[in-house]
């Protein structure tokens, strides 16, 4: 289950960004955004609004896509050294397919197919359900533009609030699944991240979803979601977001398992929460991490002082006790 629009001036700007994040929470029950602004709050490597970072990495260049802009549908940045990074004025993905509304394009994974190509997982509105649910769309180029010509959505369980966050992972025997949140938050359901067996094309399920974690722990609040799954020595560890996306309750959470499908343990703080972080991080999640140039990295956002746009952060990491930690 995280950088076009240009920097912040007047007062009613911030307002008018903190208008539409509330309406992107969708059915959620965000607050307004709160907490206490830091001195030593944290750089940006992309110093505007680029929520929910997926990470690509494809030869010597990194890609990171994020959630909609008014502009566009699908944000899409590159870099070859994580710190400077260039955000297209393109739209990755142009076209909705027909059964998605436009104006709530979330959280896109972005996966490298065995053919070559490039599959890009994104949520938008179901205009069937009025939920949110999970598309594909195809490119032949990691910058788009992406494609879809589904009449339906990939994942809609419309019965548990619709389906949110994906991202796309493999077992040690080379099988990719998709990796998702069911929107529960957004009508009394739980909130579970699923595993999903995907077919080799990437194109459809090949399988039924395995349940791995729901929220638990007193700091998740009311929900999980932002899932990720990386495989680290002989364990598998699931990176997650918790808590209220609008302020700086947000926190980044991390369960582990030896099987992809479980059972996973949490760990029982948050990996990344702004108090933990003195405050360098508000509220910061929709992570990623990727391995490029024989480094680990992860992206994920976090807001401004103003908690008006929430910017992108590329840290690189150590693992500290099975889990990944920010070594700067």
Known sequence: MTARRRMLGAATAAAGLLALAAALAGCSSGSAPSGEPSSSIAPFQIDSDFP?????????????YATNTPAVNVQVASSTDMKHWTVSDQDAL????????PGKTWAPG?????????????????????????????????????TSTADKPLVCPVDEGGAIDASVTADADGQRYLVWKNDGNCCG???????????ADGASLAGEPTRLIKQTESWEGKLVEAPVIVRHGDEYVLLYSANDYANSSYVTGAATAKSL?????????????????????????????????????????SWDEAFAYRGMHAVPVTWKNGLPELAS
């Open 189 to 199: 359901y739980d909130t579970w991240i699923s595993a999903q067996p995907l077919s």
């Open 110 to 146: 972005p996966a490298e197919l065995a053919d070559g190509r490039f599959a890009l997982y994104f949520t938008a509105s179901d205009a069937a359900s009025k939920f949110q649910c999970i598309g594909v769309a195809f490119s032949d180029k990691p910058e788009g533009p992406f």
């Open 52 to 64: 929910d970072p997926g990470a690509l990495v494809v030869g010597d260049r990194v890609y990171a």
């Open 94 to 101: 142009p076209q909705l397919p027909s059964w998605a509304l």
């Open 261 to 301: 499908l479980g059972p996973y343990t949490k760990s029982k703080q948050p990996l990344l929460s702004t108090p933990g972080t003195k405050g360098r991080y508000l509220g910061p999640g929709g992570e990623d991490l990727v391995t490029f140039q024989g480094k680990d990295w992860m992206l994920f956002h």
